[in-house]
């Protein structure tokens, strides 16, 4: 089957990018989480002089965190939805590279991220498969896979 290259590099950014988003957003959910433990310590101390003191610090720091988490679950999301589309375009480019078939065909590449048990490693190795095509398109069974990948 013949099928043409395409460039990944948009997915690429765009994977990375939502990967640091989601890294900053942790960052900030620490201190959210810590504001929301010390309301909680302050609540268990009876440091609040009236109840609608305490509701309202119990209120904001449950918005604050359910804002964090929106953005958390979002960019989580937008991630792996672009790691998908990553992985089916980098295993169409090996088929389009490789003289020889290859184990796994894009579709199940991506497909292996969402069955279980498989998803520990099939798609690690259809990635593995298409790193050796682009390292030796005509032989890529015998080419050297650098562990560090692993």
Request: cysteine-free.
């Given at each position: 089957m013949f099928c043409k290259y395409r460039n990944p590099f948009a997915f690429t950014v765009l994977a990375s990018a939502f990967i640091g988003v989601m890294i900053l957003v942790n960052?900030?959910?620490?201190?959210?989480?810590?504001?929301?433990?010390?309301?909680?310590?302050?609540?268990?101390?009876?440091a609040y002089e009236t109840e609608a003191a305490r509701q309202a610090a119990e209120n904001g720091t449950a918005l604050r965190i359910g804002i964090i988490e929106f953005f958390r679950y979002a960019a989580g999301?937008?991630?792996?939805?672009?790691?998908?589309?990553?992985?089916?375009?980098?295993?169409?480019?090996?088929?389009?590279?490789?003289?020889?078939?290859?184990?796994f065909g894009p579709g199940w590449a991506v497909a292996y991220w969402f069955i279980p048990i498989?998803?520990?490693?099939?798609?690690?190795?259809?990635?593995?498969?298409?790193?050796?095509v682009t390292e030796k398109p005509e032989n890529w069974k015998w080419a050297k896979f650098p562990a560090i990948v692993g």
């Open positions: 960052g900030i959910a620490i201190f959210g989480y810590l504001e929301q433990r010390a309301v909680l310590t302050n609540i268990q101390n009876d999301f937008f991630a792996q939805i672009t790691l998908y589309f990553w992985t089916y375009r980098i295993v169409k480019n090996a088929h389009a590279m490789s003289a020889v078939p290859l184990r498989l998803n520990f490693f099939r798609p690690y190795q259809a990635l593995a498969d298409a790193f050796r």
